[in-house]
């Protein structure tokens, strides 16, 4: 049974750079259609989708977001990392990893989430 | 796409039926899907495409709509179902607008 788990620091400090993995255990994306997408929540922004991306490389970002976002994917340990940098405040949040499928009815649909990981911004 | 979730709170005994509403400034034809969310944990897919319950959700939960305006209705409504509901269209690509939720509390 497919399992995402996401890690990285819990405190970040203004305008430095957030950086979390989501690693994949119990199965992997490669070899489907499906991508790993970063959704993160916060009181203020309730729901936010951030970036998706598949193994093959293909992304899609959030515009919002996009000029300080950057997904990669290492195939090899089968996990998927995530940099927002300049980050401030509004970046607090929970930081979760979720598959999507981008096809058919169940398109964008978040079938399978982390647990997630809360990040604060502070100095 | 603007999508205002209705009510934002509501109150309810085990054994009601509950509907939740979300309306879309815009058609999103049916693509739309409802998550529930407990405190502390991540949400969980319950419908997708408007109507289609997802795997190993209880057939309680029930999605339909109509291009603008989408209901979920949880008929009789069990314990374990208090928890906050979130919309999302996806038409709006890449993966759409998020509602911001209804709390669904114990009367």
């Known amino acids: 049974q497919l399992h995402l788990q996401e890690s990285g620091p819990g405190l970040v400090k203004p305008s430095e750079t957030l950086s979390l993995t989501c690693s994949v255990s119990?199965?992997?994306?490669?070899?489907?259609?499906?991508?790993c997408a970063w959704i993160r929540q916060s009181p203020g922004m309730g729901l936010e989708w951030i970036a998706s991306i598949h193994y093959s490389g293909r992304s899609y970002y959030n515009s919002s977001l996009k000029s300080r976002v950057t997904l990669s994917v290492d195939t090899s340990k089968n996990r998927v990392s995530l940099q927002l940098t300049s980050v401030t405040a509004a970046d607090t949040a929970v930081y979760y990893c979720?598959?999507?499928?981008?096809?058919?009815?169940?398109?964008?649909?978040?079938?399978?989430w982390g647990p997630g990981t809360l990040v604060t911004v502070s100095s | 796409i603007q999508m205002p979730q209705s009510p934002s709170s509501l109150s309810a005994s085990v054994g009601d039926t509950v509907t939740i509403t979300c309306r879309t400034s815009q058609s999103v034809n049916t693509y739309l899907n409802w998550y529930q969310q407990k405190p502390g944990k991540a949400p969980k897919l319950l419908i997708y495409?408007?109507?289609y319950l997802q795997s190993g959700v209880p057939s309680r939960f029930s999605g339909s709509g109509s291009g603008t305006e989408f209901t979920l209705t949880i008929s009789g409504l069990q314990p374990e179902d208090f928890a906050t509901y979130f919309c999302q269209e996806t038409y709006s690509l890449p993966e759409g607008t998020f509602g911001q939720g209804t709390t669904v509390e114990i009367k």
């Open positions: 119990g199965g992997s994306f490669s070899g489907t259609s499906y991508y």
């Open positions: 979720a598959r999507v499928s981008r096809s058919g009815s169940s398109r964008g649909a978040f079938d399978l």
């Open positions: 495409g408007e109507s």
